[in-house]
């Protein structure tokens, strides 16, 4: 089995300091978090970026402040830019990080109703747009998967040659609107998968500690942070992105399962080699 990546969830768009007030929003904090979670055992660092008063945005300029903060105190992470951004956000306007050549970012497969009128548009040509522009710059794709035909599109995608083998695909569950938290839906996304094919598992809210045990001895890969949930445990809030990390880690460890550096990331995850942001 392979070791276990760990992804740190900064910040997301959504979350914000009046329900947990140690979520980051500015560029000094976001780079803090990123440090701590780094430390703390992540080898990915999955990316959103705000505006000083939390106001999510997809703009170039923050997002090269926060990567090239992260870089000096973490010159080995993965640093993964979300393409997702927030609703209402154009397609150009969500891909802009990828100006910044990062070596791998997300890539949502469908459309999803998020609660009340807020629904997130992906339509298939918004995909096939998104994967040919992370290909043209030899940017992995992350297949972010919120329900179980997102996996089936991927895959037709991947048969047509519009995404390449080995695919990685990040399960999201629990969101309203898309599949469940549950063990039986997680076993069913885990069989839909080819066979070359990696996974990290995303539990929202109070599922996040749930599905660990099983995303781990399962061979999965795991996303914390603050952007799916704000809670340590039950009623108590999490201090930092790094307290959840570290809880991972611990469960990891008791399970005898051991945690992946950044390096050992690239090579489970097929990451291309970047020789121009400072990786050898």
Known sequence: MDKLIITAAICGAEVTKDQNPNVPYTVDEIVKE???????????????????????????????????????????????????GAVGMSNDERLSPLKLNPEIATLDCGTLNFGNDDVFINT??????????????NVKPEVEVFDKGMIDTAIRLNKKGILKSPLHFNFVMGVPGGISASLGDLAFLIGSLPTDSTYTVTGIGRHQ???????????????????DNIYIQKGVLASSNAEMVAKIARIAKELGRDIASPNEARKILSIKEKHNNGII
Do not use: W
Request: charged residues 20%.
């Open 34 to 84: 990123a440090e701590l979670s780094y430390k703390a055992g992540a080898s990915i660092i999955h990316l959103h970026v705000r505006e000083n008063d939390g106001t999510p945005t997809q703009d170039y300029n923050i997002f090269k402040k926060c990567i090239d903060g992260i870089r000096q105190c973490c010159p080995d992470v993965i640093i993964e830019p979300s393409t997702g």
């Open 124 to 137: 298939e040509n918004t995909i096939i747009y998104f994967a040919e522009k992370m290909e043209a710059l």
């Open 209 to 227: 500690f749930n599905l660990a045990a099983i995303a781990i001895a399962s061979g999965g890969h795991l996303r914390v942070g603050f952007e």
